[in-house]
Nanobody
Framework: QVQLVESGGGLVQPGGSLRLSCAAS????????MGWYRQAPGKQRELVAT???????NYADSVKGRFTISRDNAENTVYLQMNSLKPEDTAVYYC?????????WGQGTQVTVSS
Protein backbone atom coordinates (compact mmCIF):
# COMPACT_ATOMS: atom_id res chain seq x y z
CA GLN A 1 0.00 0.00 0.00
CA VAL A 2 0.99 3.59 -0.65
CA GLN A 3 0.03 6.54 1.50
CA LEU A 4 0.00 10.08 0.12
CA VAL A 5 -0.31 13.17 2.32
CA GLU A 6 -0.75 16.62 0.81
CA SER A 7 0.01 19.96 2.44
CA GLY A 8 0.43 23.59 1.49
CA GLY A 9 -3.05 24.65 0.46
CA GLY A 10 -4.70 27.84 1.61
CA LEU A 11 -6.18 31.18 0.65
CA VAL A 12 -4.25 33.41 -1.74
CA GLN A 13 -5.03 36.54 -3.71
CA PRO A 14 -5.17 36.49 -7.52
CA GLY A 15 -1.67 36.72 -8.92
CA GLY A 16 -0.18 35.10 -5.84
CA SER A 17 1.73 31.86 -5.38
CA LEU A 18 1.45 28.65 -3.39
CA ARG A 19 3.50 25.49 -3.20
CA LEU A 20 1.81 22.17 -2.57
CA SER A 21 3.69 19.17 -1.22
CA CYS A 22 2.83 15.49 -1.37
CA ALA A 23 4.73 13.09 0.87
CA ALA A 24 4.63 9.43 -0.14
CA SER A 25 5.17 6.52 2.24
CA UNK A 26 4.65 2.77 2.30
CA UNK A 27 5.38 0.58 -0.71
CA UNK A 28 6.62 3.39 -2.92
CA UNK A 29 9.38 1.68 -4.88
CA UNK A 30 7.06 0.63 -7.70
CA UNK A 31 5.57 4.07 -8.29
CA UNK A 32 6.35 5.17 -11.82
CA UNK A 33 4.19 8.28 -12.03
CA MET A 34 2.96 10.89 -9.60
CA GLY A 35 0.83 13.90 -10.19
CA TRP A 36 -1.67 16.47 -9.11
CA TYR A 37 -5.35 16.60 -9.94
CA ARG A 38 -7.97 19.10 -8.87
CA GLN A 39 -11.72 19.20 -8.44
CA ALA A 40 -13.75 22.38 -8.28
CA PRO A 41 -17.30 22.44 -6.88
CA GLY A 42 -19.75 20.93 -9.36
CA LYS A 43 -16.99 19.83 -11.74
CA GLN A 44 -15.18 16.62 -12.51
CA ARG A 45 -11.72 15.92 -11.21
CA GLU A 46 -9.15 17.01 -13.78
CA LEU A 47 -5.46 16.50 -14.36
CA VAL A 48 -3.17 19.36 -13.43
CA ALA A 49 0.33 17.92 -13.88
CA THR A 50 2.20 14.63 -13.75
CA UNK A 51 5.83 13.60 -13.43
CA UNK A 52 7.34 10.20 -14.12
CA UNK A 53 10.10 8.44 -12.24
CA UNK A 54 12.38 9.50 -15.09
CA UNK A 55 11.45 13.14 -14.67
CA UNK A 56 9.19 13.60 -17.69
CA UNK A 57 6.42 16.09 -17.03
CA ASN A 58 2.98 16.77 -18.44
CA TYR A 59 0.70 19.75 -17.79
CA ALA A 60 -2.87 20.73 -18.45
CA ASP A 61 -3.05 23.55 -20.97
CA SER A 62 -4.74 25.77 -18.39
CA VAL A 63 -1.68 25.74 -16.11
CA LYS A 64 1.20 25.64 -18.57
CA GLY A 65 3.69 28.40 -17.88
CA ARG A 66 2.25 29.04 -14.41
CA PHE A 67 2.61 25.74 -12.53
CA THR A 68 5.69 23.57 -12.12
CA ILE A 69 5.73 20.00 -10.87
CA SER A 70 8.90 18.54 -9.38
CA ARG A 71 9.99 15.66 -7.21
CA ASP A 72 12.59 15.00 -4.53
CA ASN A 73 13.34 11.30 -4.70
CA ALA A 74 15.41 11.37 -1.53
CA GLU A 75 12.46 12.78 0.40
CA ASN A 76 9.79 10.81 -1.51
CA THR A 77 7.98 14.09 -2.07
CA VAL A 78 6.34 15.70 -5.07
CA TYR A 79 5.78 19.43 -5.27
CA LEU A 80 3.50 21.69 -7.25
CA GLN A 81 4.66 25.29 -7.48
CA MET A 82 1.73 27.45 -8.49
CA ASN A 83 2.36 31.00 -9.66
CA SER A 84 0.10 33.69 -11.13
CA LEU A 85 -2.89 32.05 -9.53
CA LYS A 86 -6.35 32.83 -10.86
CA PRO A 87 -9.79 32.50 -9.24
CA GLU A 88 -10.50 29.61 -11.60
CA ASP A 89 -7.66 27.66 -9.98
CA THR A 90 -9.81 27.38 -6.85
CA ALA A 91 -10.33 23.68 -6.14
CA VAL A 92 -9.40 20.79 -3.92
CA TYR A 93 -6.03 19.54 -5.11
CA TYR A 94 -5.30 15.81 -4.88
CA CYS A 95 -1.98 14.03 -5.07
CA UNK A 96 -1.93 10.89 -7.19
CA UNK A 97 0.50 7.99 -7.46
CA UNK A 98 0.47 5.08 -9.87
CA UNK A 99 2.26 1.75 -9.68
CA UNK A 100 1.65 -1.59 -11.37
CA UNK A 101 -0.87 -2.54 -8.67
CA UNK A 102 -3.11 0.47 -8.94
CA UNK A 103 -3.71 4.16 -8.36
CA UNK A 104 -3.46 5.94 -5.03
CA TRP A 105 -4.90 9.25 -3.86
CA GLY A 106 -4.24 11.64 -1.03
CA GLN A 107 -6.98 13.24 1.03
CA GLY A 108 -6.82 16.54 -0.82
CA THR A 109 -5.91 20.09 0.12
CA GLN A 110 -8.05 23.16 -0.52
CA VAL A 111 -6.70 26.00 -2.65
CA THR A 112 -8.79 29.16 -2.75
CA VAL A 113 -7.85 32.11 -4.96
CA SER A 114 -9.85 35.17 -4.01
CA SER A 115 -9.44 38.83 -3.20
Amino acid sequence: QVQLVESGGGLVQPGGSLRLSCAASGSIFGIYSMGWYRQAPGKQRELVATITSGGSTNYADSVKGRFTISRDNAENTVYLQMNSLKPEDTAVYYCNGVDYSGTYWGQGTQVTVSS
